[in-house]
């Protein structure tokens, strides 16, 4: 029997990533590829000392609860983006999801009937393409370089499509690591006010820092005005740990309704046992998150630094990258005409594992392009992973020297 | 500002069950409208013991997850299936989701397109229809009596309609409380096999079972053969707690993995914390499942028959309504003619709430029809509810005799 599957679930690929853990499984090899945290970072006793809290609040604790997320959670929440990102939100005005990948699902689904334009920066989060190409959403790519999105083509792209929202992981993206400048910032507020155009901010990374420099979020930059048309999403999948899959949204309350009511039909609600363990790890008596935050980018900046050291060998002379400032990933580009599933191939031989670049694209792919992972694998682990790297790297551009 | 939310988010209407909970908000109100368990039997030292076990396991197992669900969960609950209900499926044909709402959500979202044609027991699932709702499908439903779908209207629609699927809820369904006979369930799955057409079995309420009487799952009934036309749903919120959010859906793998690509776009995978809790609750060194499962039927069937009881005065004997033989309701019908939304109004005043049956069908609704929870509130709670509740309807048709 065929069994006929939707025109959307059959138009969406499989993700790059689950493809090259395929490849990789049962190999001994060092993996660059996922966006996975340093597991042995995460505060375990911190976790089960909260449950233990959330156990003695008696079972009640573990009936359904609010689509929207826990009460008090909520209310933590707000409090903690207003005096951490001058982020102001009422609990209303924010709602709880199953990690911010749900966000991006729930926002779409709220927001976008079939056809209509979504503007993303190229390249952008692979995984948000994907809920788009679920919506069969036009997605549509807008000119964006070290900085941000550049406003003239932006301007441009607003006017000509009417697009329903731009979204943008502005700060440490996802897979360049780039930081938006303030004045991009700032272009891209007053350009979709003047269109009346929604922004969805996507910021997993932003607690993830490695310098004293601050770009204010979008959100901070709109402030809490009537009429918002800056939604927030972030989660703690990146300072606590991704097996509680805790993300939030921040928006206008009509748009948070509307996002209840597609959560409700999706999922009815998120894990009560993960908000309510979060819930207790912001009362400052049981953790201090930002202590965690603190020492975690310390941890990632250290083997960032590692990773650039590598980068910086010889071999990799005719590359281009940049020194990221937070978050997880380097992005690398190879000389033109060089195409980086290839060297893929290459780098699985000798062992070691990163993404190509070119699922990161909306429209044509940059093919010379890779992103690189470091925030997972400890710096002993990382020189060894990019020696076989820089092996592979040097093998390949031997035999394509004179391309 | 006049935000643009999508048509799908716009014709989704939020849930009967919410409305009344908001009426109800702020006063002391014995409700018998959701359709929550009994969380003083909610087995809160298995879950923390469990706990303690996941946390001794190290960080990773509060890393990133699959998309499908954690191994050790879906193996336990494949062995589980087979002995239990005869399902038979191997961990690679089970995916775990937030609930078994997100089954029906991520089947719906990877087989339905536009249009497509669902068929419906009627009335069924409230927030099924939401779902069905969401992905623009065309529910069309198919004459229901009390020993299930009728054969013959069932087999006229799907050659009418060469639908995507049929929905049903066979055993203790929400929220007629029926068991569909064994003959209409071979006689679905034969029909549903002629016109090569998927059957999503919905299965939240079998275990909460008050005789030994035992009908075959559909699923069961099928058997593990190829070309499978059966995906079976069900979840750990009505057996252990709801607040740990974990359902299941069984299908053919070429099915499971269309779903993994749905619910990788949609939140990834489902908290791990809660799987690894549910996992280590599958053994038996660490719970009696079955036990508790067996004990908390007994605790049901005391309600159902508080309630049973209450309902035998004879101010309902104008009512219909049949003793439930497992699950959380009873569905009453009132005289034809007279509207359930009514008699909530009237009902709250008195300080009790109940779900109007309206928002149950698919089609033009029985007005005259109430869901009535028997699950969540003690006998002695359920006694007094009852009488707020006889009197209410007292009043009510005291209003309306004559009419």
Chains 1, 2 share one sequence.
């Not at 406003?151 to 697009?163: C, M, T, W």
Request: proline share 5%.
């Amino acid at each position: 029997m065929q069994y006929s599957f939707s025109k959307r679930i059959q138009s969406v690929e499989s993700s790059a990533v689950r493809d090259i853990l395929k490849l990789t499984q049962g190999k001994s090899i060092i993996s660059f590829a996922g966006g996975l945290p340093a597991e042995e970072w995460f505060p375990v006793d911190a976790i089960r000392n909260a449950s233990e809290r959330v156990f003695r609040q008696g079972p009640q604790a573990l009936q359904y609860g609010l689509t929207e997320g826990t009460l008090s959670l909520r209310e933590r929440l707000a409090v903690r983006l207003g005096s951490q990102r001058n982020i102001q939100a009422e609990a209303d005005e924010l709602l709880i999801t199953s990690g911010s990948q749900q966000a991006i699902d729930l926002f779409t689904r709220a927001m976008l009937d079939p056809g209509d334009v979504v503007l993303v920066e190229n390249p952008t989060y692979l995984a948000c393409l994907q809920v788009l190409g679920m919506y069969n959403a036009r997605v549509i790519p807008v000119e964006s370089d070290d900085n941000g999105m550049v406003p003239e083509d932006l301007a441009a792209k607003l006017k000509q499509h009417q697009p329903k929202f731009v979204y943008v992981v502005p700060t440490f993206g996802n897979p360049t690591g780039r930081v938006w400048s303030l004045e991009r910032r700032e272009a891209l507020l007053r350009l979709c006010r003047e269109h009346e155009v929604l922004i969805l901010e996507d910021d997993p990374y932003g607690d993830l820092r490695f310098t004293s420099d601050r770009v204010p979020n979008i959100a901070a930059l709109e402030g809490r005005t009537d009429d918002r048309i800056v939604a927030y999403t972030s989660t703690f999948s990146k300072t606590v740990a991704p097996g509680l899959r805790t993300g939030w949204i921040v928006a206008d309350e009509r748009i948070i309704r509307m996002i209840a009511r597609a959560k409700q039909s999706s999922d009815l609600h998120s894990s009560v046992l993960d908000q309510l363990i979060l819930s207790e790890m912001l009362l400052p008596e049981v953790f201090n998150l930002d202590d965690h935050i603190h020492k975690l980018s310390a941890v990632y900046k250290e083997r960032m630094e590692t990773m650039a050291t590598e980068l910086q060998k010889d071999m990799w002379r005719d590359t281009k990258w940049n020194t990221p400032q937070g978050g997880m990933f380097f992005w690398v580009e190879l000389p033109e005409g060089l195409d980086a599933q290839t060297l893929l191939k290459c780098a699985v031989e000798k062992g070691v594992a990163f993404v190509p670049g070119t699922s990161f694209y909306a429209g044509e792919p940059k093919r010379n392009t890779m992103r690189l992972n470091f925030s997972f694998a400890q710096p002993e682990t990382i020189r060894t992973g990019m020696e076989r790297l820089t092996e592979a790297v040097s093998e390949f551009f031997g035999r394509y020297s004179g391309v």
